[in-house]
């Protein structure tokens, strides 16, 4: 094939047999099976190929909720255009800074983003979705902003030099 790369597949599954059949699979396709037990091992297995010390884990966590109002009337008349359902969305941002060896959380940050819509039942799908959409653009961008003041304090904290531990001596 003339293509002398190695290419790396990390694996996270506590199946060991399932980790063999993979490994199985791929070993005569020029690929290095990583395997790791769980999610936790995988990052972990991932930050430590690419020599890195921490890990910044993000998740999205989006949660509707729908109240419906009884409009019967007005619903008839209005062959369901009139908008009787009003759906919220709280989407929560979640950020870790994990070191790659121990497991240590150095720190966390989060962003919540709110929206609240009315809604059809000719249109709910895609209010909701449009409503979705916004709730994670906005959560995640303020958790940005408390991951870089979170990073500013782990760094004052932690960052210490040779000379510092030393006694300021050079």
């Known amino acids: 094939r003339g293509d002398?790369?190695?290419?790396?597949?990390?694996?996270?599954d506590d199946s060991v047999t399932i980790q063999r059949v993979i490994e199985l699979t791929f070993a005569d396709e020029d690929v290095q099976v990583l395997t790791a037990g769980d999610g936790e091992e995988g990052l972990r297995v991932a930050a430590a190929h690419l020599h890195g010390d921490i890990v910044l884990l993000y998740t999205l966590d989006t949660a509707f909720h729908?109240?419906?109002?009884?409009?019967?009337?007005?619903?008839?008349?209005?062959?369901?255009?009139?908008a009787?359902?009003?759906s919220r969305i709280v989407t929560t941002c979640a950020a870790a800074f994990i070191d790659?060896?121990?497991?240590?959380?150095?720190?966390?940050?989060e962003g919540t983003a709110t929206d609240?819509?009315?809604?059809?039942?000719?249109?709910?799908?895609?209010?909701?979705?449009?409503?979705?959409?916004?709730?994670?653009r906005e959560a995640f961008s303020a958790a940005l902003e408390e991951v870089a003041k979170a990073w500013s304090s782990i760094n004052a904290e932690y960052?210490?030099?040779?000379?510092?531990?030393?006694?300021?001596?050079?």
């Open 4 to 12: 002398l790369m190695t290419h790396k597949l990390l694996l996270a």
């Open 66 to 82: 729908t109240e419906n109002q009884l409009i019967a009337p007005l619903q008839i008349v209005s062959l369901g255009m009139f």
């Open 84 to 86: 009787s359902e009003k």
């Open 100 to 109: 790659v060896r121990t497991g240590y959380v150095y720190g966390v940050a």
């Open 116 to 136: 609240t819509r009315r809604s059809s039942i000719w249109n709910t799908e895609a209010a909701i979705d449009k409503a979705r959409l916004k709730t994670e």
């Open 159 to 170: 960052n210490v030099t040779t000379a510092s531990v030393a006694g300021g001596v050079p």
